[in-house]
């Protein structure tokens, strides 16, 4: 079943929000924090983690932009990650990539579509 994380409006445009929700039902993880990027009325979700060494990329919650605003931005050791796929270009994980989330607008809100019976948590 998916799950709802809130409405877009939620989400000022060019920001992006954390979020916490239960694992998928068959990936054996009881909960994954996510961000989820707006460009618009577009919106892209990846399991907030690093790939340089696994931490959350937010220094504060919801801080995960680059001061310009164009990337994503690891506060760590200051990886960006382009928003559209999550490649970093920049940073000690340059070339490599957020594991992406599929999310999909439903009726004006923010739904996570790959998991089976989890839910939401703020
Ligand atoms: S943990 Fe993100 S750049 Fe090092």
Redesign the pocket.
């Given at each position: 079943m998916p799950v709802r994380l809130c409405r877009l409006a939620d989400i000022p445009d060019g920001q992006a929000r954390g979020f916490t929700t239960d694992g998928p039902a068959d990936s054996g993880t009881a909960q994954r924090r996510l961000l989820v990027a707006r460009r618009g009325g577009r919106v892209f979700a990846y399991v907030n983690s690093?790939p340089?060494?696994?931490?959350p990329?937010d220094w504060q919650p919801d801080r995960f932009m680059s001061p310009d605003g164009t990337f994503l931005h690891?506060a760590?050791?200051?990886?960006r990650f382009r928003v559209e796929d999550g490649f970093c270009v920049h940073?000690?994980?340059a070339g490599r990539s957020l594991t992406p989330v599929p999310v999909a607008l439903v009726d004006g809100a923010v739904v996570v579509t790959d998991t089976d019976g989890a839910t939401a948590k703020g």
């Amino acid at each position: 079943m998916p799950v709802r994380l809130c409405r877009l409006a939620d989400i000022p445009d060019g920001q992006a929000r954390g979020f916490t929700t239960d694992g998928p039902a068959d990936s054996g993880t009881a909960q994954r924090r996510l961000l989820v990027a707006r460009r618009g009325g577009r919106v892209f979700a990846y399991v907030n983690s690093c790939p340089h060494v696994g931490l959350p990329l937010d220094w504060q919650p919801d801080r995960f932009m680059s001061p310009d605003g164009t990337f994503l931005h690891c506060a760590t050791h200051g990886a960006r990650f382009r928003v559209e796929d999550g490649f970093c270009v920049h940073g000690p994980c340059a070339g490599r990539s957020l594991t992406p989330v599929p999310v999909a607008l439903v009726d004006g809100a923010v739904v996570v579509t790959d998991t089976d019976g989890a839910t939401a948590k703020g």
